[in-house]
Structures are given as structure tokens and as C-alpha cells.
Nanobody, 119 residues
Framework: QVQLVESGGGSVQPGGSLRLSCTAS????????MGWYRRTPWNQRELVAL???????DYAESVKDRFVISGDSAKGTVHLQMDNLKPEDTAVYYC?????????????WGQGTQVTVSS
């Protein structure tokens, strides 16, 4: 069973910064990507940022130019630097790991870390 351990959430004022980190219990060639998702107030899970094993990144439009994802997916580590945080960034953030074994894709999730942006 793959485990993901997240850290770095908390409370900040608008304009502040936080850095999230996630470490997986595996680090092998089955990993395809790691990333961060968040659950919106209307209870939908949306992609925040993604880092593929090839080093490609993808961001939600709302966080481009404010958030940066980094790490080494193949080694099972990913970070999310969040700058210029806004109240609408408030959410529970979840680390995700996607791996492929033979012809099947598997997704694993961390327990989530709360990010609160408020004055």
C-alpha cells in the first residue's frame, strides 16, 4: 500500500506564502506523476498543480504565476510553493501519486492538509 505524508499547511494572511511537501513510501519507475489537488467549497476536487516523471508541469489557471510545483516524482517527493495567497485558495490540499503497473493506472491520496487564507 502506498502512503503519502503531507506537511506544510497552515493559516496565513492574504499575500502570504506557504510551502507544502509530500513524500511517498515508494520511489520507483512505476510512478507517472505526483501533484496537488484541493477540495473546493462546493465539494469538488480540482487539480492545482501536477509534475510528471518527465518533468512536465501543469497548473490550474487560477494559480499560474503564484504557485510553483517542484520535486522528483520518480523519487516520490513533491513540493508546492504557494505565494501571493488569496482567500479563495482556502481549501484542503491533497497530495496525489499516479502509478502505472502493466496496463493499469492507480491513484493514491494523502490525508489532506488545511490551507486557510484570511485576514
Amino acid at each position: 500500500q502506498v502512503q503519502l505524508v503531507e506537511s506544510g499547511g497552515g493559516s496565513v494572511q492574504p499575500g502570504g506564502s506557504l510551502r507544502l511537501s509530500c513524500t511517498a513510501s515508494i520511489s520507483d519507475s512505476s510512478i507517472r506523476s505526483m501533484g496537488w489537488y484541493r477540495r473546493t467549497p462546493w465539494n469538488q476536487r480540482e487539480l492545482v498543480a501536477l509534475l510528471t516523471i518527465g518533468g512536465d508541469t501543469d497548473y490550474a489557471e487560477s494559480v499560474k504565476d503564484r504557485f510553483v510545483i517542484s520535486g522528483d516524482s520518480a523519487k516520490g517527493t513533491v513540493h508546492l510553493q504557494m505565494d501571493n495567497l488569496k482567500p479563495e485558495d482556502t481549501a484542503v490540499y491533497y497530495c496525489n501519486l499516479n502509478r502505472r503497473i502493466l496496463t493499469h493506472n492507480y491513484d493514491y491520496w494523502g490525508q489532506g492538509t488545511q490551507v486557510t487564507v484570511s485576514s
